[in-house]
């Protein structure tokens, strides 16, 4: 089995910054691709950032220069770096890694969420 655990949302003022945290844990042979996604109430479920196993990064263009994402491949982890919060990056925060496991090759895990909420 695997699992996926993130931690580090929270209520936070518009402006301010907060360091989200996902590690993947089980029967793992490799990881490739890791990522964060949101879900604001009302709205589909959307891409943040992503980052190959060989440090390659992709952000949406609304977190550009304020959201860094990060890997440690020995632990598993991806770090996700938010700064100047703005209200309208309150959601649901959700990690995603493509993680190959013995006899089953690779396949999309997800986490349970965190909530991350700006206010004004």
């Known amino acids: 089995q695997v699992q996926l655990v993130e931690s580090g949302g929270g209520l936070v003022q518009a402006g301010g910054s907060l360091r989200l945290s996902c590690a993947a844990s089980g029967s793992i042979l490799s990881i490739g691709v890791m990522g964060w996604y949101r879900q604001a109430p009302g709205n589909q479920r959307e891409l943040v950032s992503t980052?190959?196993?060989?440090?390659?990064?992709n952000y949406a263009d609304s977190v550009k220069g304020r959201f860094t994402i990060s890997r440690d491949n020995a632990k598993n982890t991806v770090l996700l770096q938010t700064n100047s919060l703005k209200p309208e990056d309150t959601a649901v925060y959700y990690c995603?890694?493509?993680?190959?496991?013995?006899?089953?090759?690779?396949?999309?895990?997800w986490g349970q969420g965190t909530q991350v909420t700006v206010s004004s």
């Open positions: 980052i190959t196993n060989i440090g390659s990064t």
């Open positions: 995603k890694a493509n993680i190959r496991r013995a006899g089953v090759g690779y396949r999309d895990y």
